[in-house]
């Protein structure tokens, strides 16, 4: 982002924080402690009068008040607090889903969670995530775009709702419904900090020596032995944000607004890493070391949250036209600056190796190494994500008939940048800093709501709604510049020839093979840490939908609450899908009802899983193969027997009982149930590189050599590969304390079981399927999917206030998680489902955060807390010599890379934070 936007945008948001009218406070009056009064909510019905109490599905409200206490300014990590059966890790060293990491519902995927905002469908990030995160596979909403303070409430419907709103709305609906005050609002700004110590993470002070040399760990000789002090000790991550949110009315106009918000957040990187033991120099001998190795700073990796610079604006506005209309809008924009970290390349490696300092036919070793860079070097990817929208409507306000027609577009773009790293087979005239490439996605949608409620007679009026939408989608690969994923000049492909001409060319020829190598040109290609979208990868594809639904929803007898609901949708590239929704409430007595619903849904294949393509180049025996991701109709994808994709079907079950026995209390249970046939997935990689067994890589490599692919290492794309089931209940109590003289008090105490199966695995891919224990869909990938998110959640909570003093206090409980290693089962090796030797069992922890507030005046809040107060982190990764029953030694990147990726809370420690806000 330049200067100049920033400039401008942080002018926009001291401009907010100070246009401070003299009107009185009356935007937050959500932002206290729940009344009597009963919630209306406009997620999962079209009726104008539905409560969270009278929902015949689960519905949960999340108000401003809710949303911006704690020490977290992103949305999902918010959500993650407050919301059981969301789901949040925080990944590092994933590339771009550093920067935008993907969240959860009921344990599906990213994309199975339809987010709405102002009840209009939200665009997707151009971003798929196809590492080994939670969510691999996935494009999904950015929700960390939307800043907090603009935030109303949020409503989160977990039900599937495909029959309401279409695609994606298969574990539920997050509709997020921004502020629209026409006068008041706040200014908030944040402070906070991480202070804690890393368990199981020693802190090493030096090396032991002998005789002046560094000595090899007894236990391990992959490590130098070292000195240690304790657990290592961290105050990192300095966070800050400034925001304001100001209401105004809209140009003078009786009852119309403009609700504006501004934020400006900044994230330091934190980096829990352990010391990083491994030798980093060449051995001059082998029997010693160099010098350099007792004063290396074995802190290089950064391990933890990418540094992050993010600038927000958000409007929302209404104007009425005439008696009888209004004229509405909102509109965002997010520019976020994010740098993470790939692996560190150590000095010995050979990344970092010249390869013009030898001959063509000089075989590499200790000897004759020359290194690039003195010490080794960490590349880092710079993110360059922006994200805008815009809507405009019109809708009546008066008569029989409520009509909402609405036209809206969004753009998110999201570049690459790799720094501090260079493309071995270029050498020293490699570039340091690599334009990778980029991502963009756009959406434009037009929608037609129509709704009247009808009296038939019944204990309510019958809401009869019906609409249409239209959606037109389109996505896009730029390709990197040349020396990002170039093969240079530093590497030298291995050919059948003869001796004379294999001699000419400063080769080594192997008399048996006829084959001319050049090992001292077999440098690395691509820039390091993240190769460059290549040439190959550019894409620019679309496609369009329209859809019409019908909806009847109204309470037949007294007690009895039906929602009827059907919709019909017609995608351009896969066909046309029919869904519906049953779904009712039935009060036997006052305070206690019966609850349920019946629906199927679906997911339409993203445009980003059709069609994203890329390759980075590896070297087998001397031969530069492409290691790829390849759109599904690519040649080399039919190749394979690949398919277009169909949209995943889903069938959603649920039951369960709301109880208000007395009054301020209320409790809810449901049981869901939710099948889904032809999952989209990424298949493993598939060739001579691939990931199974000996046979079946080269039987896979045989049908690639046939159609013409002999240069194809592996390749992978998506296919619809699994039939799945989730099952799992959802508890919640809300108590309001009935407590006298002693200010509000609020508990709430919420639970959520979670399992996830796979039913079926699918290979029906023409000459893949002929082939004997292919694997698709592999067993890390599978226990990922099925164990690689908490089986159940407990969520805490209480909150209340005394005077001018306030306090919230939550405890939560993450359920158990695997996250699987490579290696095979020691007995099975072949087994889908059994445990491997290096798999890691995340215990079950209870993270707490407590906030204290004080309210000096009527306008003026402080607040202080600690998130993780009692500095819990998941348990720690194996590292060392396995044991004996086992044999072998654990990943030697788990010393210093301490914790799985797939913990459900992180792996940062205790924060502080402090935060100031007036409202006016």
Not at 112 to 123: C, D, E, M, P, S
Not at 315 to 329: H, I, K, M, Q, R
Not at 571 to 590: L, Q
């Amino acid at each position: 982002m330049s200067s100049s936007s920033r400039a401008i945008l942080l002018a926009s948001l001291s401009g907010l924080a100070f246009a401070m009218p003299a009107a009185v406070h009356a935007q937050d009056a959500t932002d206290t402690l729940e009344t009597d009064q009963p919630t209306i909510i406009v997620t999962g019905t079209r009726t104008s009068s539905r409560t969270v109490e009278d929902s015949p599905v689960p519905v949960d409200v999340l108000t401003n008040a809710a949303i911006t206490q704690g020490g977290q300014v992103e949305t999902n990590k918010i959500l993650n607090k407050l919301v059981p059966s969301f789901n949040f890790p925080q990944p590092a060293i994933a590339d771009g889903s550093d920067a935008l990491r993907p969240a959860t519902l009921r344990g599906l995927s990213p994309d199975q969670t339809l987010v709405l905002v102002n009840g209009k469908r939200r665009h997707v990030a151009a971003l798929l995530n196809i590492n080994g995160t939670v969510g691999r596979g996935a494009a999904a909403v950015d929700m960390n775009s939307i800043p907090a303070l603009a935030i109303d409430r949020i409503e989160v419907l977990r039900d599937g709702a495909s029959s309401q709103y279409g695609s994606d709305a298969i574990a539920g609906v997050i509709n997020i419904r921004l502020k629209s005050a026409s006068e008041g609002g706040r200014a908030s700004i944040s402070y906070g900090k991480y202070d804690t110590t890393i368990d199981g993470v020693a802190n090493v002070t030096g090396l032991i020596t002998n005789n002046g040399q560094p000595v090899l760990d007894p236990t391990d000789s992959r490590y130098l032995q070292a000195q240690t002090d304790g657990d290592r000790k961290v105050r990192d991550g300095e966070s800050y944000s400034v925001a304001t949110n100001v209401g105004l009315p809209f140009f003078g106009a009786a009852g119309g607004y403009i609700n504006l918000t501004a934020e400006y957040r900044h994230r330091g990187y934190t980096n829990r890493q352990g010391f990083d033991l491994r030798p980093n120099y060449i051995r001059p001998s082998a029997t010693t070391f160099d010098p350099r190795e007792a004063s290396f700073d074995r802190l290089q990796f950064r391990f933890g949250d990418p540094k992050a610079d993010d600038y927000i604006l958000f409007a929302n506005a209404a104007v009425p036209v005439g008696d009888s209309l209004e004229l509405y809008t909102f509109a965002s924009f997010n520019q976020r600056d994010s740098l993470s970290a790939a692996n560190y390349r150590q000095q010995n490696a050979a990344a970092n190796r010249d390869f013009s300092a030898l001959a063509p036919n000089q075989t590499p070793n200790n000897a004759n190494f020359v290194a690039l860079t003195p010490d080794g070097f960490l590349p880092f990817i710079q993110s360059d994500l922006t994200d805008s929208a815009a809507t405009v409507g019109l809708r009546t306000t008066s008569g029989d008939w409520n009509v909402d027609g609405s036209f809206g577009w969004g753009r998110n773009e999201f570049d690459y940048r790799v720094e501090n790293s260079l493309n071995t087979s270029f050498g020293p005239a490699s570039q340091r800093s690599f334009d990778a490439g980029g991502l963009r996605y756009r959406q434009l949608l037009a929608n037609l709501d129509i709704s009247r409620e009808f009296d038939m007679g019944l204990a309510s009026p019958l809401t009869v709604a019906f609409g249409g939408e239209y959606r037109d989608e389109k996505f896009q690969i730029r390709p990197g510049e040349l020396q990002s994923y170039a093969i240079g000049p530093l590497f030298r492909a291995s050919f059948a020839t003869t001796a004379v001409n294999c001699a000419a060319q400063s080769g080594v020829f192997n008399a048996g093979t006829g084959i001319c190598s050049f090992p001292g040109r077999a440098a690395g290609a691509g820039a390091q840490g993240f190769p460059g979208l290549p040439a190959s990868s550019a894409t620019n594809q679309g496609r369009h939908s329209f859809a019409g639904y019908l909806e009847l929803d109204a309470e037949l007898i007294p007690g009895l609450t039906t929602t009827a609901a059907a919709r019909y949708e017609h995608f351009s590239d896969f066909g046309s899908t029919f869904n519906g929704k049953f779904a009712a409430r039935y009060e036997f007595v006052p305070g206690f009802a019966l609850r349920g619903s019946v629906s199927n849904g679906f997911r339409a294949p993203s445009l980003h899983q059709q069609y994203f393509t890329t390759t980075s180049t590896n070297f087998i025996a001397g031969v530069p193969v492409d290691i790829s991701t390849v759109a599904v109709n690519s040649p080399v994808a039919r190749a394979l027997g690949s398919k277009d994709l169909k949209a995943e079907k889903s069938f959603n079950l649920s039951g369960g009982f709301t109880a208000s026995p007395v009054s301020g209390l209320t409790l809810t249970v449901d049981y869901y149930n939710i099948r889904i046939n032809d999952r989209v997935v990424l298949t493993e990689n598939l060739g001579a590189a691939g990931s199974g067994t000996a046979a079946v890589n080269s039987a896979v490599k045989a049908i690639l050599d046939s159609n013409g692919f002999n240069s194809v290492g592996a390749a992978r794309f998506f296919i619809n590969g699994l039939n799945t089931r989730t099952e799992g209940v959802d508890a919640v109590l809300n108590w309001r304390l009935p407590i006298e003289g002693i200010g509000r008090w609020n508990f709430t105490a919420a639970y959520n079981y979670n399992k996830q199966k796979i039913l079926a695995r699918k290979n029906d891919l023409g000459p893949l399927a002929t082939i004997p224990n292919l694997i698709l869909f592999g067993r890390v990938e599978g226990l990922r999917f099925t164990e690689g998110q908490p089986r159940d959640k407990v969520v805490l909570s209480l909150d209340g206030t005394v005077g001018m003093f306030g306090i919230t206090a939550r405890t939560t409980r993450y359920g158990k998680v695997t996250s699987p290693g490579s290696a095979n089962p020691i007995a099975n090796p072949t087994s889908l489902t059994e445990y491997g030797p290096d798999d890691i069992f995340l215990e079950a922890k209870w993270i707490t955060d407590l906030e204290l507030q004080a309210k000096p005046t009527e306008r003026l809040t402080f607040a202080i807390g600690a998130d993780n107060l009692f500095d819990v982190y998941p348990t720690r990764s194996p590292f060392g010599p396995r044991p004996a029953s086992v044999g072998g030694s654990y990943p030697a990147n788990q010393q210093y890379i301490p914790f799985s990726i797939f913990s459900p809370f992180g792996f940062n420690g205790r924060y502080l934070y402090a935060r100031a806000s007036v409202t006016f």
